[in-house]
């Protein structure tokens, strides 16, 4: 469709200049055109949309049509040689079409720009013509496109009586099982998809990444959160311009193992001298959700129990002060570390969230800047380093770096949830979580397709979205540990591929960028399964352990509690993938009336995940697995799934808005706001009018309470000593 449009501009440029002006641009000269012999004056007629597909009579372009609208283009003026004189055209006319074939007007009235307009116009053309096509005009997406109406001819439940088929479509990895024979797909299938993952040059593109290429060329930056796991050994293979990566890494988590074990060890105190044993991480995005999904695995596993006995670790990233309030509730500023996680130390919330905790240690320490160098530490960007220097920050001993070709949604490996994690749980709880995510590194890079992990989960995913027509997905890990891992990949995957525009700067026409949510498994069962068993076709990926961080069997059950919650985690894919007919409903005695209620249509598609046990290593795997399915669909979609400029317009927007607010709160005459769109400005005008006084200071709305918190670590509350909680009656043993 885009040549169509581009042929359609191509003839409609001819209308308006003279052949040989296109055919030897070197004619067009000192702002004229030298013409064939034609009349003095001439207009020029042009059609709309309708008449321009049939022509006239029917027979080519630009003819009537009982629909099209007569445009006519000013007259055309010569000089007396009989050159056209493009500065004395008048250009309230017709400069082109739109990417929907629709004449473009240009008001502008300048003809230097007019005239600068169509030479761009015709200088472009061989550029528009080498773009690169969408990938859905490839004979590989149209395969799988014709391929997809057959598939939906046919039911999981049939599809699962072949055991060719089941026995094929599974895949492992050092204790990794992934089971997709609940997908909707054949064997033929997953041929169409790996034919268009070699179109696609997906493996090229995979290396192109690991290897420190400039894939992200919105931003001029690599991409190499791989590198943030990788082996002392490969130091020397990577280089970002001209230095080695991975050496820059191995500098980093070694200066963060030294500057935790000396926190852990007491080595490090506060202000007062007192030993730090609580840690408050201020950051937004994926400088919070990846270190606090990886927290909370850990606050359950073996080993990270024993070690952060004795330490506490909260996240603050909310700018809404409650989040602030809930923060510091009980916590004594003298025991407390603040790390700021922010790579330019420049985002609004994050630094909003960090002056806060700055006022809050000075509110009980002094207004000392040596209490900024005891109490907090920085991980930025180099490039932010001054900035951190502005904050107050020991920048010799308690500055983190990071770098550009890492995106926040991709930091955790690094000092974002280095810093964090070791300090609560040390260092080398920390290092085997990066070993794990190495080994699913090492995977996605060198396994073959069909037995890639990543890969397939990915093109299951590109499957699902842009064939199947699933515009969501569900990640149910059947692991309370695991609670705030849907949260993270949903904005890892959701921020990474929510794209319409493709790599080579070209308007996609299919569907990409799933919704992804989920929750953990059983507590999701009782929420949103009704719709993805009976409403919307949701696809879901089950997570599973084959044994639990701490199982129980109590002395009256035949059964674990482990064991009953994986019989779920083994039962959901086949009930979404077989569903239940009238037949079998009517089988159990139910009332007719009731039958088409209890029906099931099935036909749902759905993948699992086995893995040994959820530990460090393991939470790894995960990551890194879900990590390079992003990048997979990315690749094969043509987008850029590493930057994300969707989110700049709300935050200029907010800065505009902040702006209003700053000057009525301060307005004395307490004028109404007019911020230029009359819907904005009335409900800024009743959060205003509504928010004045209600303090009863006068202060329209402005509290001027400088203390951060009201309730402290030093306001004591103690339970009542009579109480009838019946003492250890019923405490299990």
């Not at 399964?529 to 949701?538: D, P, V, W």
């Not at 006084?693 to 009201?710: A, E, M, W």
Request: hydrophobic content about 35%; aromatic content about 8%.
């Amino acid at each position: 469709m885009q040549y169509q449009a581009l042929l359609k501009q191509i003839c409609f440029v001819l209308h308006l200049l003279p052949v040989q002006s296109l055919l030897f641009p070197s004619l067009i000269t000192n702002n004229i055109i030298k013409p064939l012999p034609c009349r003095p004056t001439q207009q020029y007629a042009l059609y709309s949309k309708a008449s321009s597909r049939t022509g006239r009579n029917g027979k080519g372009f630009g003819g009537m049509h009982p629909t099209s609208k007569k445009i006519r283009y000013p007259d055309i003026v010569y000089d007396e040689d009989g050159n056209v004189q493009l500065n004395q055209i008048d250009h309230s006319g017709i400069i082109g079409l739109d990417h929907n074939e629709q004449l473009i007007g240009d008001h502008s009235h300048q003809p230097r720009q007019q005239r600068n307009r169509v030479r761009k116009f015709i200088s472009n053309i061989p550029k528009r013509l080498s773009k690169p096509p969408l990938v859905s005009s490839t004979s590989e997406w149209r395969k799988l496109q014709r391929h997809a109406e057959k598939i939906k001819s046919l039911h999981l439940r049939d599809l699962l009586k072949d055991s060719e088929r089941c026995d094929s479509m599974w895949a492992d990895h050092d204790g990794v099982y992934y089971d997709y024979s609940r997908q909707q797909a054949t064997l033929e299938t997953m041929d169409l998809l790996f034919d268009l993952a070699e179109r696609q040059d997906l493996v090229k593109r995979i290396h192109a990444m690991v290897n420190g290429e400039k894939i992200n060329f919105t931003e001029d930056r690599a991409v190499l959160h791989t590198a943030l796991r990788a082996s002392k050994d490969d130091i020397g293979t990577v280089f970002v311009d001209e230095e080695d990566v991975i050496k820059e890494v191995h500098e980093v988590l070694d200066q963060i193992k030294k500057f935790t074990e000396a926190f852990r060890s007491g080595e490090i105190t506060g202000y007062t001298g007192k030993r730090m044993r609580n840690i408050v991480s201020v950051g937004i995005g994926g400088s919070y959700l990846g270190p606090e999904f990886l927290a909370e695995v850990l606050k359950t596993e073996e080993e990270g129990i024993n070690s952060s006995l004795g330490y506490s670790l909260r996240f603050l990233a909310n700018v809404d002060p409650v989040d602030v309030e809930r923060t510091c509730a009980d916590l004594d500023p003298e025991e407390t570390l603040i790390i700021i996680v922010s790579k330019t130390f420049t985002t609004a919330e994050t630094m909003l969230n960090a002056r806060t905790m700055r006022q809050w240690l000075w509110d009980f320490m002094g207004d000392d800047i040596e209490v900024v160098r005891k109490h907090v530490v920085a991980c930025s960007s180099v490039s932010a380093t001054e900035n951190v220097k502005k904050f107050g920050v020991d920048t010799e001993n308690y500055f983190f770096r990071f770098w550009d070709w890492v995106g926040g949604r991709y930091s955790v490996c690094g000092a974002a949830g280095a810093v964090p994690i070791s300090l609560l749980y040390g260092y080398d709880l920390f290092e085997k979580f990066l070993e794990g995510a190495r080994s699913m590194d090492q995977h996605f890079i060198n396994a073959p397709m069909r037995k890639n992990i990543p890969i397939i989960m990915g093109l299951l995913g590109v499957w699902n979205s842009s064939f199947m027509g699933y515009n969501s997905r569900a990640l149910i890990p059947y692991a309370q540990a695991l609670l705030r891992l849907p949260a993270h990949i949903q904005q890892l995957d959701m921020e990474s591929n929510g794209k319409r525009i493709s790599r080579h700067g070209i308007e996609i026409d299919y569907p990409v960028g799933e919704v992804d949510f989920g929750e953990p498994g059983t507590n999701s069962q009782h929420s949103f399964f009704q719709l993805i068993h009976q409403g919307q076709t949701i696809p879901v990926d089950f997570l599973g352990f084959v044994q639990s961080q701490h199982d129980l069997l109590m002395d009256s059950e035949q059964i674990s509690s482990h064991d009953e919650l994986m019989s779920n985690f083994f039962a959901q894919p086949d009930a979404l993938a077989n569903g239940k007919t009238p037949d079998e409903v009517r089988a159990e005695g139910c009332p007719e009336e009731l039958v088409m209620h209890k029906v099931f249509d099935g036909n749902r598609p759905s993948s699992s995940l086995l893995f040994p046990q959820l530990s460090a290593y393991v939470t790894g795997q995960i990551l890194s697995l879900y990590e390079h399915r992003t990048a997979v669909q990315g690749f094969i979609w043509d987008l850029n799934s590493f930057d994300q400029w969707g989110v700049e317009l709300g935050k200029k927007l907010a800065v505009d808005i902040k702006g209003h607010l700053l000057k009525a709160r301060y307005d004395p005459k307490r004028r109404p706001v007019d911020t230029g769109s009359p819907a904005t400005s009335r409900i800024l005008n009743y959060y205003l009018q509504n928010g004045r006084d209600t303090d009863g200071s006068g202060n329209n709305g402005i509290k001027t309470l400088t203390s951060v918190t009201r309730l402290t670590h030093r306001d004591k509350h103690f339970p009542p000593e009579i109480h009838d909680l019946g003492g250890n009656v019923g405490k299990l043993s």
